[in-house]
């Protein structure tokens, strides 16, 4: 049986349009974008950037929350307990549009390997979405950066530590420390 030409070039468009849809899917995501200039412009206490879409830093304030948003931060991971916060930043983030995460990180009996694990998997889960990483001031947002680079990046202690305080590490280092030489 003939194929008309008519068919025949039909046919070879719908197999164009089959490929490229293969190779749309298979494409690597690209990370949303993120305006570095205006996370800093917002003046939130120890920020400090991380990666290209990756801020760690102390509590931000409500309204340092809209520019966070209007500068594509998708998402916020606070390790902050809620009684020691005094307001509802879970609601303030998720009506802003953003994606809100909360690991409960209690003072220093809260840097714990568990707490490092649970943070280095939601990291992971993110995809390299913009994002920022905050504690009251950073310090405990560095102490399970560096638990976390020991344990499941193999990284060794003095690694661990540069890692952490890249991150906000701070005057939770002695206890650092003595975890990761154990």
């Not at 070879?12 to 749309?24: E, F, I, R, Y």
């Not at 998720?94 to 714990?112: D, E, F, K, N």
């Not at 280095?120 to 405990?140: A, T, Y």
Request: one cysteine or more; proline letters at 4%; hydrophobic letters at 50%.
């Amino acid at each position: 049986m003939a194929v008309s030409s008519a068919r025949r070039a039909l046919l070879g468009l719908l197999l164009v349009a089959v490929q490229a849809t293969l190779l749309l899917a298979c494409a690597p995501v690209e990370t949303a974008r993120v305006n570095p200039a205006l996370v800093e412009q917002a003046g939130i206490v120890n920020l400090r950037t991380t990666g290209e879409a990756e801020f760690a830093s102390g509590q931000p304030t409500a309204e340092q929350l809209q520019t966070l948003a209007a500068a594509g931060i998708k998402h916020v991971i606070n390790l902050r307990p809620s009684s020691e916060q005094e307001w509802d930043e879970a609601k303030a983030v998720r009506a802003l549009g953003m994606h809100y995460h909360s690991i409960t990180v209690a003072g220093p009996a809260g840097v714990t390997f568990e707490n490092a694990a649970a943070l280095d998997k939601l990291l992971h889960s993110l995809q390299g979405e913009p994002l920022l990483l905050h504690c009251s001031s950073g310090n405990r947002v560095g102490a399970l950066i560096a638990l976390a680079a020991q344990q499941h990046h193999g990284a060794d202690l003095e690694a661990a530590i540069a890692e952490g305080q890249r991150w906000g590490l701070t005057r939770l280092e002695p206890l650092v420390r003595a975890k990761l030489a154990q």
